[in-house]
């Protein structure tokens, strides 16, 4: 280290290369250029959202892997052309796909369950019960 700051990598021999932890990112010159391709990975060329819903259509220059920057949950459905593709979980729990290169129409589509419904419904059913039940029955308690 040159100071709290600045450092120098290489051999002892070489005079290497000095770099500053809070200009730039240490790793960069030891890391092969794999990260920093001139080729972009895809690109987005419209776009719809909504309420758990997302559909995009992209073009690839090759396959590659589409990332959802939503939590991972089985009751997501993923298409690519209007075909089920299976997705996977990526750090930190997001959701993704693989796409192959070309240009595609991806959809993503979360199907709640039907459990979910039944016990709103119910939990709505219970507070009325609740206060008929006690107004009716307030002296036994």
Known sequence: MLDL???????PSDPGEILNIFAQNPFNSLIPN????????????AEKS???YFAATIETPKDSV??????????????????NVEKF?????FMAIKV???????????YPSLYKQLLMILGLLTLPS????????????
Request: hydrophobic share 35%; proline share 6%; no cysteine.
């Open 130 to 141: 609740l206060y008929i039940f006690l107004k009716r029955y307030r002296n036994f308690l």
């Open 100 to 110: 192959p290169s070309g240009k595609h129409d991806v959809e993503f589509k979360y």
């Open 66 to 83: 589409l990332m959802l920057k939503a939590s991972f949950h089985p009751f997501w459905q993923a298409t690519i052309d209007g075909k």
């Open 5 to 11: 700051a600045s450092y120098k990598i290489g051999k």
């Open 34 to 45: 794999f990260f920093n391709s001139s080729t972009p990975s895809g690109t987005i060329l």
């Open 89 to 93: 979980m990526v750090e930190p729990s």
């Open 50 to 52: 909504g309420s758990n």
